[in-house]
């Protein structure tokens, strides 16, 4: 449950999900080019390590379809905070 909160705590990585949550299924340049359109410019490399650290969270999973990767949003982790603090209806 800690990664889940280390994974959301970076604004970088809560933009690479927003993207994700806008298209499913997006490569690592796709991922850059969202991130550029929300005026945020880390480097390739530095996208993958936060791709990482989401996929080892267990909010992003990465298939492989021949020489490219493609990710998808997962949110079951969240379930378990949502289970913990439950939004109250209005």
Known sequence: MGDVYRALADPTRRALLDALT???GQTL??????LLERGLSPTRQAVSQHLTVLEEAGLVRVRREGRYKFHD??????????????????
């Open 22 to 24: 806008a298209t499913d």
């Open 29 to 34: 340049f796709a991922l850059c080019a969202a």
């Open 73 to 90: 949003l997962d949110t079951r982790p969240l379930r378990e905070i949502a289970r913990r603090w439950p939004v109250p209806e209005e």
